[in-house]
């Protein structure tokens, strides 16, 4: 757990964000930063609002019938001005789900090349080079290297949710978004995946989402505590941990309620 | 004690008359098998399948005219029918709400109970009363009239059973929505698609009351599709209502025919969904 000082220029930022499904706000009022080459943990009980919130970072969040008001800015771009192309904004912003999401029909090389179709075309030993640098960052490149054209669904869970990762980090977005990416797998799966994300965060910055704070204790710089839909505390994960600020957040984390 | 036995009697009862069911079921089934065959598989020979009628009273000649002419009348409805209905069963599934897809869909629902002669008598005002001659090309617009609901609405399942969660990941990907629907959502439920038209072929390939209104029939070989032609369904028509004994007897092995490439045409749609299922395991 690196104790680092607060990011001075934040990678992406909301600005009184809040995220509406219908009339009713999942998230209320958030201004938050996420610094560069970090890794932020979101967490909350179930229902605060930080999958949503996560969502919202990548217009996912419209997908499902939801809209927002304020600001995401991702650099000094605000992703939700008129005209901002989603399909290029999700190349900047990638996202890793929760159950493991391979492409059934294609292999597991058309799998980590899937991002890097709708880009510029890229000629194929090009595409080779990043199909096995993005197994490589997803620590799986030693386990298919040998069988990259057969199925990804013949792999085991923990392994389609490493090529999964492969895939976000194959077009080399800004930000990669992570919702709850261990919460399907096995303990092993579990910790190949936090392993990996040491690695990842030289590269990208990283956003996760997780029920486990164990999980947000071990891995992240920041951790931001969610609410019903509010952000109560943002700060570096050791302080969270272990000298919140907010009466909530210390009742949260100590299994007092959610 | 006494309750066991009771429930026991109850159950073997139950599966008992169950049974019953089923033979009941598939007993007209085989039956219609067995007496095709007993009654058609004698006539059939590679003249059968390579000759034109000959005229009444001289024996031998086959049936080539009504197969070259199914394969024509069909092949074409499929392609007419196929794509319409593979595309408006993805636009009814990817936009479920859309005031056109809930209209396609209930259009799709009644004419998929529509009897088929109506479709006949329909594909007759609109073309070949029209251009005052029958022709196998009306009977192939008949048959796709027939097909696009039914293609529609299975292609429209196939679709929904695609987990959101895989559009969910293209989309994250930076795929547009368009291509996510093509490239990840069509092609994952492809086999079932695929299976859905083979079936929906294999439907209209054995209907006769379109036909009558449309191509007529005819005795000659014929691969104008401006023109009357033949077609397995008709031939069996014409030749069992007919005095002779012997058109009877083609009657029997061309409805035998007609089976067999119903059969054909389902094994391989049963052919494509057992390979979904085992690129999946």
């Known amino acids: 757990m690196a104790d680092r000082a607060p990011p001075d220029a934040p990678r992406i930022r909301a600005a009184g964000l809040t995220a509406f499904y219908g009339a009713f706000a999942a998230v209320k009022d958030v201004t938050l930063g996420f610094g560069a080459n970090q890794i932020h943990a979101l967490i909350g009980p179930s229902g605060c609002g930080k999958s949503t919130f996560l969502r919202t970072m990548n217009r996912m969040h419209e997908v499902v019938g939801g809209h927002v008001t304020g600001q995401v800015l991702l650099g000094n771009e605000d992703i939700y001005a008129p005209g901002v192309s989603r399909t290029r904004l999700r190349r900047r912003v990638g996202m890793v789900f929760q159950k493991p999401t391979p492409f059934p029909t294609m292999s597991i090389y058309q799998n980590v090349a899937a991002g890097l179709k709708v880009g510029a075309r890229l000629p194929k030993a090009r595409v080779d080079e990043i199909v096995e640098r993005a197994l490589q960052q997803a620590a799986l490149w030693n386990e298919v290297k040998d069988r990259l054209h057969t199925s990804a669904v013949a792999l085991s869970g923990g392994q389609q949710q490493r090529l999964c990762i492969a895939r976000t980090v194959a077009p080399e977005p800004e930000v990669v978004l992570l919702d709850e990416p261990t919460a399907s797998l096995d303990p092993q799966g579990t910790q190949r995946i936090e392993e990996l994300l040491f690695t990842l965060k030289a590269a990208f910055t990283i956003i996760i989402v997780t029920h486990n704070m164990q999980q947000a204790a071990r891995v992240s710089d920041t951790t931001s505590f969610f609410y019903l839909g509010s952000l109560i505390e943002t700060g570096p994960t050791k302080q969270i941990f272990t000298a919140p600020a907010v009466e909530q957040t210390e009742a949260y984390i100590t299994g007092r309620f959610g | ?281």
């Not at chain 2, 009558?212 to 000659?220: H, N």
């Not at chain 2, 490439?261 to 395991?281: E, I, M, P």
Request: net charge positive; charged share 10%; proline share 5%.
């Open chain 2, 1 to 281: 004690m006494n309750r066991l036995g009771w429930r026991r009697w109850k159950s073997r009862v139950m599966v008992g008359l169950m049974m019953v069911a089923v033979v009941v079921a598939v007993a007209p089934l085989v039956m219609i098998l067995a007496t095709l065959v007993a009654r058609g598989a004698g006539s059939l020979n590679l003249a059968f399948f390579t000759q034109i009628p000959v005229p009444a009273g001289e024996t031998g000649g086959g049936v080539a005219h009504a197969i070259v002419g199914t394969l024509l009348i069909v092949g074409t409805a499929a392609l007419l029918g196929l794509p319409i209905g593979i595309g408006a069963g993805i636009y009814c599934a990817e936009y479920p709400t859309a005031r056109l897809a809930v209209v396609a869909r209930f259009v799709a629902d009644v004419m998929n109970g529509t009897p088929s002669i109506v479709v006949g008598v329909f594909a007759w005002t609109l073309i070949v009363d029209v251009q005052k001659h029958f022709s196998g090309l009306a009977g192939s617009a008949a048959l796709a009239m027939l097909m696009v609901p039914m293609v529609l609405r299975t292609t429209e399942e196939m679709v929904r059973l695609v987990p959101h969660s895989l559009r969910e990941a293209a989309l994250a990907l930076g795929y547009p929505r368009w291509r996510t629907s093509l490239s990840v959502v069509v092609r994952t439920c492809l086999p079932g698609i695929v299976t859905g038209s083979l079936l929906a072929i294999a439907r209209i390939a054995g209907e006769t009351a379109p036909l009558l209104f449309t191509a007529l029939g005819s005795q000659f070989m014929s691969r104008d599709l401006d023109q009357p032609m033949a077609a397995l369904p008709l031939t069996v028509f014409t030749y069992a209502t007919g005095p002779y004994d012997d058109w009877h007897r083609i009657a029997w092995a061309t409805a035998l025919v007609l089976i067999l490439v119903v059969l054909v045409l389902s094994l391989l749609a049963r052919l494509a969904t057992r390979q979904r299922f085992g690129s999946r395991g």
